[in-house]
């Protein structure tokens, strides 16, 4: 079976009810869920099949959580013979794609990730901040106007060639929303996060996870991954590594990370992407209609997937 792209979605992916399908049906997937709440310490399974939602939603259970419900389905694939040919992740799906080329073994990834989470969560209590979509601008123009406000506030997401996630003090962000749709944005949607993530305001959070991530093996990866600071493709560890310890402070450049593996010439037929929800899949599509991207999250997106890559072959 020829491998095929893959990418894994990041926070406000999570749901109540993630992952009971695959815990249920067994195999490799159930088997590696079932070790999750001796890695974190807490009942995060139970949190993830039946809530309650607040608690899930918590930064420190939602990134471990979106984490294991993605390698979960990783596992799973890979007993179908589907492997990446490249991936990426957003945000903290990075670590999940990590995962995916082999440069984390599932279990390290999920402790870096709850630790990844509480330090973030941990930030958002101590400097409170926040983040909000605008819709309707280009990156530069959303740089241009952010530059122009009193505080802390930057373009944080990338997500495509309108849509841009500002983050920063709660105040500047206002501001900024305010500016923002002077200029021109059709819409700016405040988020329900718990912090101002990818902003200077998780310096002391990035510092502490950079001293936490000496103690990870991270290997070189067995296929490229297209990293968030940088959208160019990642083979080494210590490179890696090093995006890893960026990310909680540099903005997450998705659009040029899509660019760079749907946008060139030898375009893939095939994209998945693998975790819960469907957010990446949608902003793709609208992209690259060309590309059929698939999101497999589920018991019925595993066992229906080798009839969708069998239309697609050739």
Known sequence: MPRIPMLFPGQASQSVGMAADLLAAGGTAAEFLRSVNDLVGIDLVGIMTAGPAEI??????????????SVAVTLALGDLGVLPSIVAGHSLGEFSAAVACSALCPEDAVRTVRRRGELMWTAGQEI????????????????EVCAGIDGVVVPANHNSDNQVVISGEIAAVAAAGEALKAAGAKRVAPLNVSGAFHSPLLEGAATAFRAFLDSIAVHDPAVPLVANVSAEPVTAAAALREGFARQLTAPVLWHDTMERICGGDHRPRVVLEVGPGKVLTGLARRAYPDVTFVPVGTVEDL?????????HAG
């Open 56 to 69: 899930l939603t918590e930064t420190r259970n939602a990134q471990p959580a979106i984490l294991a419900h």
């Open 128 to 143: 409170p901040g926040t983040m909000a979509a605008v819709m309707g601008l280009s990156g530069a123009q959303v740089a």
């Open 303 to 311: 066992e229906g997937l080798p009839a969708v890559l069998a239309a």
